[in-house]
């Protein structure tokens, strides 16, 4: 079974610390994303990737950077977290070529409270 | 540009009440069209999609058909249950989005039992 996997489900951070959230594809994806959900707000693009060390800003990258050094490793990092950056955050994958026919594959989430 | 307008929540029902949740769409072309649900706590799962005009996509009871002359995909269920609720996201694919998906903003559905 195909997976996309996200190191930590529930996360609690300080203000001002560097926060690293993790997502692993088993499916040699090339292109990789990053969302925050927001009640209200619907998914956010903040970051995506469509190869190793290749990245593009999204909708709300402000506040967030990300590193590829692997195909199926894509992280996002807080570099200095706020309480505003709480949040869902949701990692995806697709291999490109086939969002058409096959969308995106999600991770199960992160839930990030930055206190 | 491409969007997705969807139908605000929450929608409450009963138990075995019909469900539609609207979605219409713009974009150029022809895009693919896909509904994702999201339990609680979870990420999205893809429920259905459709890649051209009249199809339809079903899974799980859920139905959706791609009507390009309203350019609509609203997703059906026939009798809901408990279990059904959930965020769901109507979503495309356009032909010149590249690899993006261009997303709605959800709709919570609650079932009452």
Same mark, same amino acid.
């Given at each position: 079974?195909?997976?996309?996997?996200?190191?930590?489900?529930?996360?609690?951070? +300080?203000?001002?610390?560097?926060?690293? %959230?993790?997502?692993?594809?088993?499916?040699?994806?090339?292109?990789?994303?990053?969302? +925050?959900?927001?009640?209200?707000?619907? %998914?956010?693009?903040?970051?995506?990737?469509?190869?190793?060390?290749?990245?593009?800003?999204?909708?709300?990258?402000?506040?967030?950077?990300?590193? +590829?050094?692997?195909?199926e490793r894509f992280s996002l990092i807080l570099e200095s977290a706020s309480t505003n950056q709480t949040s869902m955050y949701l990692c995806a994958s697709s291999r490109p070529g086939t969002e058409r026919s096959a969308g995106y594959t999600f991770g199960s989430g992160t839930r990030l409270t930055v206190v | 540009g491409n969007s997705v307008t969807q139908m605000e929540g929450p929608v409450t029902l009963s138990e075995e009440a019909f469900l &539609?949740? $609207?979605? /219409? *769409? /713009?974009? /150029?072309?022809? @895009?693919?069209?896909?509904? *994702? =649900?999201?339990? @609680?706590?979870?990420?999205?799962?893809?429920?259905?999609?459709? &890649?051209?005009?009249?199809?339809?996509?079903? $899974?799980?009871?859920?139905?959706? &058909?791609?009507?390009?002359? &309203? /350019?609509?995909?609203?997703?059906?269920?026939?009798? =809901?249950? =408990?279990s059904d609720s959930a965020v769901y996201f109507c979503a495309l694919s356009a032909t010149d989005s590249n690899y993006q998906l261009i997303w709605g903003a959800g709709t919570k559905l609650i079932i009452k039992p």
């Open positions: 079974d195909v997976k996309v996997t996200q190191s930590s489900r529930y996360l609690v951070k +300080r203000t001002g610390e560097k926060v690293f %959230l993790e997502c692993v594809q088993d499916m040699d994806h090339e292109n990789m994303f990053w969302y +925050r959900q927001d009640p209200g707000l619907g %998914l956010r693009l903040i970051y995506f990737s469509y190869d190793v060390k290749m990245k593009e800003k999204g909708d709300i990258p402000e506040g967030y950077s990300v590193s +590829r050094e692997k195909k | &539609t949740i $609207n979605c /219409t *769409y /713009t974009a /150029t072309g022809y @895009p693919s069209l896909f509904w *994702y =649900v999201q339990y @609680p706590g979870e990420g999205l799962q893809l429920l259905l999609k459709a &890649t051209k005009a009249d199809d339809k996509g079903s $899974n799980k009871g859920f139905e959706a &058909t791609y009507r390009k002359e &309203t /350019t609509s995909f609203h997703l059906e269920k026939g009798s =809901v249950q =408990v």
